[in-house]
């Protein structure tokens, strides 16, 4: 059985990092909603790479600075 991934992200801390950055400034600069920033940083929604490569550029960070791949926790059979 092939593993599972969940999404990890450092979005609110790199958002910290730059200023204090809000949610509201961060979703302006990108073109997306307070509510998508939020959802992201919640880990409920995982971004387009179009966007995820809008949020590293405003934030001065790469992609993978931002975003890890981390393996789902649970049962594993085998």
Do not use: C, H, W
Request: aromatic content about 6%; hydrophobic content about 35%; charged content about 35%.
């Amino acid at each position: 059985m092939k593993p599972k991934y969940d999404i990890r992200n450092e979005l609110r801390l790199y958002r910290v990092k730059v200023g204090e950055m809000t949610q509201q400034e961060l979703a302006d600069r990108v073109g997306a909603t307070r509510q998508t920033i939020v959802s992201i940083e919640r880990g409920r929604y995982n971004p387009s790479v179009g966007l995820a490569l809008r949020i590293a550029k405003v934030l001065g960070a790469s992609i993978e600075d931002l975003f890890q791949l981390e393996e789902e926790k649970g049962d594993r059979n085998g």
